[in-house]
């Protein structure tokens, strides 16, 4: 007796597209399964008892320093046993991973755990489409896109929330055409174009589902997010006027213009009690935050991701350079496409401020040293 009717059914279905992860690698773009699904479809398919695996060797095939940090490269062979009855089952794989740290303990971890990982991956995708096999076929023929029917559903469903500036719920609408006017009212109503721009990037998640759901279901309005746009920008315009009509621009100091009208004066920030907010610029930060390793998986190379609410954003206007952290293409691509960055870094247990503070700190330090030699 070897595997059951259902476990040989499982073997053979099609992996689910949502399953599939991508990267980029030498101007590339790969396509895998992570380590955690690959193991978790084991044991939903083999059952918790009825597989196992073994490292049958490691070895650190490279190691030096990246800067200031240890680096290592380790390749590995592990084996997969797979209980079908009264058969035992055996495939092999081997894997590659390299890991960076601040301690050399901390470096050979991370690479020794990537490569088990890979290797097992590996040796499993022997086992069909779900654990990855699919993906070395270049047609695909073996993942299984989600429908028109399941994608709308994936894009909307409702009802939709209405935000305020400050990223607060204030209602739910389940007409989407209800949802836009009262999204326009509510950009119309802001005070400030801080304000407004903060309702807009409160929103912008639903805006972009919803432009995808119209154009799905009416050819009439094939882009929302244009019209919301001009909206935004009328608003916008409308902020920046006198009370009598002018632009705030056309005088400084409060007197008539040359329409006989009166300019509102212009404000010195630097008197404010609360100053304007500083944006810092910084080159040199930036490459030594994507020096870092990862702050979720630890992996190599990094990019410097700016955590989008530690500063009030506008359109086009990213976050001072002083918050940036160190993520991986892959974890970089999912934190820009959750609608609730917050949550995000919550659910990685990781605090973004207080890592992109220490990174300020060390940079600063850095550039002293590096100006001292």
């Keep these: 007796m070897a595997f059951t009717d259902t476990q040989t059914r499982q073997l053979k279905g099609k992996l689910d597209a949502k399953h599939v992860k991508t990267r980029n690698a030498d101007g590339a773009t790969l396509h895998y399964v992570e380590g955690w699904h690959v193991i978790a479809e084991a044991n939903r398919i083999f059952g918790f008892d009825a597989w196992d695996r073994r490292t049958l060797s490691t070895r650190c095939v490279w190691t030096g320093m990246s800067g200031k940090h240890y680096a290592t490269a380790y390749i590995a062979r592990v084996r997969v046993r797979v209980r079908a009855g009264e058969i035992m089952v055996v495939r092999d794989g081997s894997g590659t991973g390299q890991g960076k740290g601040f301690t050399p303990g901390e470096a050979h971890e991370i690479a020794l755990k990537s490569a088990e990982t890979d290797a097992t ?11 990855g096999l699919a993906l070395y ?8 896109e989600p429908s028109l029917k399941a994608r709308l559903k994936q894009v909307v469903e409702g009802p939709w929330t209405l935000k305020s500036a400050s990223g607060e719920e204030t209602a739910k609408i389940e007409d989407p055409d209800a949802y836009l006017k009262g999204l326009k009212r509510v950009m119309a109503d802001a005070q400030s174009i801080e304000l407004l721009f903060n309702v807009w990037e409160a929103n912008l998640p639903s805006v972009r589902a919803l432009n995808a759901w119209y154009q799905n279901r009416d050819a009439r309005k094939t882009d929302i997010g244009q019209t919301l746009v001009a909206h935004l920008r009328q608003c916008a315009v409308a902020l920046v006027k006198t009370p ?26 630097s008197q404010l009690a609360l100053s304007e907010i500083k944006r810092v610029r910084s080159k040199e930060h930036l490459r030594f935050v994507a020096r870092q390793p990862c702050l979720v998986c630890g992996r190599m190379p990094s990019q410097a991701h700016h955590v989008r609410f530690a500063q009030p954003r506008g359109l086009g206007l990213k976050v001072s350079d002083q918050f940036t952290v160190p993520l991986c293409a892959i974890h970089h691509t999912e934190n820009h496409a959750t609608g609730n960055e917050r949550q995000w870094w919550q659910d990685q247990n990781v605090d973004p401020l207080a890592e992109a503070e220490k990174l300020w700190q060390q940079g600063a330090n850095e550039v002293q040293e590096s100006g001292n030699q």
């Design 121 to 131: 991956k590996r040796a499993l995708t022997t086992f069909g489409n779900r654990f």
């Design 244 to 269: 009598t009509g002018t632009s705030s621009d056309t005088r400084t100091d409060g007197q008539v213009n040359g329409s006989g009208t009166t300019s509102r004066p212009r404000i010195d920030k």
């Design 137 to 144: 076929d270049p047609e695909r023929a073996g993942v299984r």
